[in-house]
């Protein structure tokens, strides 16, 4: 008689995490964009705050994440001579690269509100001659995509190109647990 107590209690008291686990979680909505400026993120967004803040994190990385050249001639066969400018690494090393000409800024949305769950996430975002778009690309040994290790003379090496529109939001979803299994449903038992 006392082991099945025991055991009854046992089952009851798991009971509550097992249901926990089986209910359908809040999935979590990533909101990506290319922006131009402060001003398009703010309008696309509606988050001004967040936009300013992305935009001084990719300015802060653009020197290291830019593509390296040796001279002016060489950064202006890929990217428009206006914007091969003398730059310093966060180390002091000098080089010829292009100027960030836009930022990639990502957001991770809870889906219920809408609110703001996570700090934004910022690259800064290269254009070439061909008006394609860049951004650092991830680095083995976990920099986070910062193109630190590239020489110069690396050029584009360190970038990623992407397909992104500039100034406007592109919403990826991540659903949370049984977030797949609840668009099924079941007849009969």
């Not at 310093?88 to 990502?106: D, L, R, V, W, Y």
């Not at 394609?132 to 040994?141: E, I, L, V, Y």
């Amino acid at each position: 008689m006392k082991r099945s107590r025991t055991t009854a209690l046992l089952l009851m008291s798991a009971a509550p995490l097992l249901f926990t686990a089986c209910q359908k979680q809040e999935s979590v909505q990533v909101q990506e964009g290319l922006y131009t400026s402060v001003e398009a993120c703010s309008e696309a967004t509606g988050d001004p705050s967040s936009c300013r803040q992305a935009f001084a994190t990719a300015q802060q990385q653009a020197a290291d994440a830019a593509p390296k050249y040796a001279s002016k001639e060489e950064c202006a066969k890929e990217y428009p001579a206006e914007q091969c400018v003398q730059q310093h690494t966060s180390a002091g090393t000098s080089f010829i690269g292009p100027m960030m000409m836009g930022f990639f800024m990502s957001q991770m949305l809870n889906n219920s509100r809408g609110a703001v769950a996570a700090a934004p996430a910022s690259q800064p975002a290269f254009r070439d001659n061909a008006n394609g778009w860049a951004k650092p690309a991830a680095a083995p040994g976990g920099t986070g995509g910062m193109n630190t290790n590239s020489g110069i003379g690396a050029g584009k090496a360190g970038l990623a190109p992407v397909t992104s529109q500039p100034n406007r939001v592109v919403t990826a979803s991540r659903g949370g647990f049984g977030a797949r299994s609840s668009g099924r449903t079941s007849v009969g038992g």
